[in-house]
């Protein structure tokens, strides 16, 4: 399969030798150089985009007409318009960082010349969101592979795209190591599996001493529904990466009201859930006091917006949850998994 990317080709090239890139937004280049989400209620004013169209983006497999397309576009068509201040702060502080050079231009044509990146993502072009999750933990979590995350969504995305086809994998694997290989393709799943539920609510039911005793988890994955293994030390490797992949869907501003997103559940669940088990490598924080109210325009006055807003986290959750069975179940994927503990 050969895809026009939405980012050229030049541009990636780019992106493979720059230490610091100009293609992140205020949002990313302010978490990348935090290490962490922020509420910027009191410095973003939200308003709609009149040109927005859900069919450009990843979620554009949402049924049609339906409560979540409604919900979803909801979400997403809303531009911020930063104050002066913190939009200097921002650019100030992104542009002192020490960001390493992405490298792997092999590993980049790759990409440009056989995964579709047309569909945007949760802040601009796929491509975009890849990049922001490769920078993040190059950054913050030196322990993992910036590679992993530069790859982690072409296998499968929770809407049924797929920017690689199954005939690729070996091509890919060429370029990437065994380890690198197996959580790349283990990614999507483990993103189903914490959206549907089952599996982050019984992590979270362990005791410390239960999770101590964690040999493996047994699931499938999504590409192909092939039975896949991780070790324990790799599940807790895989969490992180999905810890540092929510952070790009939290919402900007005024947490009280928006924090109803199921991305910010699994944030919050994942950096608990690490912490306490003592597994927490990565440079990442979270503090409840962080969130504030909804102020100064930070989000759009209409009736839609509030009522999104307003629905209890664990309704969207459930929603979330159905549809992401939905999805598996469309292309034969099964979201069974087992956990495996030392007797």
Known sequence: MIAS??????????????????????????????????????????????GFNLQKTIFKTLPKGSLLEKVQTTKLDTVLDWSSSASAEIESEYNSLALPPSGDEKLHEFMAKNCDFNSEHADGSFYEHLHFCRDFTALHFPSGSPRVMLLHSITGVGTNEFPLAVSQLP????????????????????????????LLSELEKCDVQRLSKLKSIQFHRVIDDAPITLTAPELWEALHYHLIHSIDFLPAAA???????FMFHIYTSLYVLLS???????????????????????????????????????????????????????????????LVFEE
């Open 5 to 50: 990317p939405r980012v050229p080709l030049a541009l990636i090239r780019h992106l493979s030798s720059s230490a610091t890139s100009s293609v992140h937004s205020l949002k990313r280049k302010q978490a990348l150089t935090l290490g962490r989400p922020h509420d910027n209620a009191g410095d973003v004013q939200a308003r709609i985009d009149p």
């Open 171 to 198: 091509a890919l694997a060429e370029l990437v190591t065994e380890d690198e290989m197996k959580q790349v393709t283990a990614f999507p799943s483990l993103l189903r599996l914490l959206v549907s539920g089952p």
């Open 255 to 261: 947490w009280k009201r928006t924090s109803n997103e």
């Open 276 to 338: 306490r088990s003592g597994n927490l490598k990565a440079n990442v924080s979270w503090d409840e006091a962080w969130m504030k109210q909804d102020v100064n325009g930070a989000r759009p006055d209409t009736w839609r917006h509030w009522i999104v807003d307003m629905v209890p986290n664990d309704v969207v959750r459930k929603m979330a949850a159905k549809q992401i069975g939905k999805y598996s179940a469309e292309i034969g994927h099964s979201l069974d998994y087992t």
